[in-house]
């Protein structure tokens, strides 16, 4: 009878075949990827750089004046300055300029944009800034790709590949903190921060989505919320520009 037939044998190559597909779904999320990639960068500062000179602090949530969070991923506390670190896990082609708003990845024939990380990067600055009470030389922005990218622009020296984040950190050589001072940053980082838990990360992404919608322009024709895009062709070709997210079924257009 049915019954009495062992079916585990047939259900064994199933299981092995689930497990490969959700492996392959999380290698390729947004969310390992992420992590990978800050998890690289910890791993240089803490193999490349004096643990008694440079005091790495990771994954701070800070409150913002206009009531949301900025979230910054590794901070760096050292006699020659703050080091805020923002890590970029991409591959491809990367295209960008120091004050360009948004930057291009191309990886073959697909290109999108992304917010350029200088600027992304200068809101964590400006607010852990703040909150210490930092001169301009006492504090650092520095954004490091990991992954298999390639910078297809000239960069400025804080954007870097990699290895070169260390590079650029021990090229601050002056020191313009006291041992004294180095103590109250650490001390007043770690009293400032949020607490690091699942509920901060929901209500960090939450503002972020609220941003992101209040800087977005709402459809002319529907009322939908547009998309950035680059015209492919004609006179315009190259130029960005927002159009509906509905499109082909509207194709209401807004100059950018």
Same mark, same amino acid.
């Given at each position: 009878?049915?019954?009495?037939?062992?079916?585990?044998?047939?259900?064994?190559?199933?299981?092995?075949?689930?497990?490969?597909?959700?492996?392959?779904?999380?290698?390729?999320? #947004?969310?390992?990827?992420?992590?990978?990639?800050?998890?690289?960068?910890?791993?240089?500062?803490?193999?490349?750089?004096?643990?008694? @000179?440079?005091?790495?602090?990771?994954?701070?949530?800070?409150?913002?004046?206009?009531?949301? *969070?900025? !979230?910054?991923?590794?901070?760096?506390?050292?006699?020659?300055?703050?080091?805020?670190?923002?890590?970029?896990?991409?591959?491809?082609?990367?295209?960008?300029?120091?004050? !360009?708003?948004?930057? @291009?990845?191309?990886?073959?024939?697909?290109? #999108?944009?992304? !917010?350029?990380?200088?600027?992304?990067?200068?809101?964590?600055?400006?607010? /852990?800034?703040?909150? /210490?009470?930092?001169?301009?030389?006492?504090?650092?922005?520095?954004?490091?790709?990991?992954?298999? #990218?390639?910078?297809?622009?000239?960069?400025?020296?804080?954007? @870097?590949?990699?290895?070169?984040?260390?590079?650029?950190?021990?090229?601050?050589?002056?020191?313009?903190?006291?041992?004294?001072?180095?103590?109250?940053?650490?001390?007043?980082?770690?009293?400032?921060?949020?607490? +690091?838990?699942?509920?901060? @990360?929901?209500?960090?992404?939450?503002?972020?989505? #609220?941003?992101?919608?209040?800087? *977005?322009?709402?459809?002319?024709?529907?009322?939908?919320?547009?998309?950035? $895009?680059?015209?492919?062709?004609? !006179?315009?070709?190259?130029?960005?520009?927002?159009?509906?997210? $509905?499109?082909?079924?509207? +194709?209401?257009?807004?100059?950018?």
């Amino acid at each position: 009878m049915l019954s009495n037939v062992d079916l585990s044998p047939l259900l064994v190559p199933f299981a092995y075949f689930f497990v490969a597909v959700l492996l392959v779904g999380l290698f390729k999320s #947004s969310w390992f990827k992420g992590h990978l990639g800050e998890f690289l960068v910890n791993a240089l500062a803490k193999l490349w750089l004096d643990q008694r @000179t440079y005091h790495l602090i990771k994954d701070v949530t800070l409150p913002t004046e206009n009531g949301g *969070t900025t !979230q910054i991923d590794h901070i760096i506390v050292s006699p020659y300055g703050v080091f805020v670190v923002e890590t970029k896990n991409m591959k491809g082609w990367i295209f960008g300029g120091q004050h !360009q708003k948004l930057w @291009t990845q191309k990886i073959y024939r697909h290109t #999108s944009k992304f !917010q350029n990380p200088l600027h992304q990067n200068y809101k964590h600055v400006k607010t /852990l800034q703040s909150l /210490l009470e930092l001169d301009d030389s006492e504090i650092h922005s520095v954004v490091v790709f990991i992954g298999d #990218s390639d910078f297809k622009t000239d960069m400025p020296e804080n954007v @870097t590949y990699g290895f070169g984040y260390i590079r650029f950190i021990k090229s601050k050589n002056v020191p313009v903190l006291s041992e004294w001072e180095i103590k109250r940053l650490i001390g007043a980082i770690e009293s400032g921060r949020l607490e +690091r838990s699942l509920q901060t @990360t929901r209500e960090h992404v939450k503002s972020l989505k #609220s941003k992101s919608m209040s800087d *977005t322009p709402s459809c002319p024709k529907c009322g939908s919320a547009m998309a950035l $895009r680059t015209a492919k062709r004609g !006179q315009n070709a190259g130029n960005e520009f927002w159009g509906c997210s $509905r499109y082909p079924a509207c +194709r209401g257009i807004v100059s950018k």
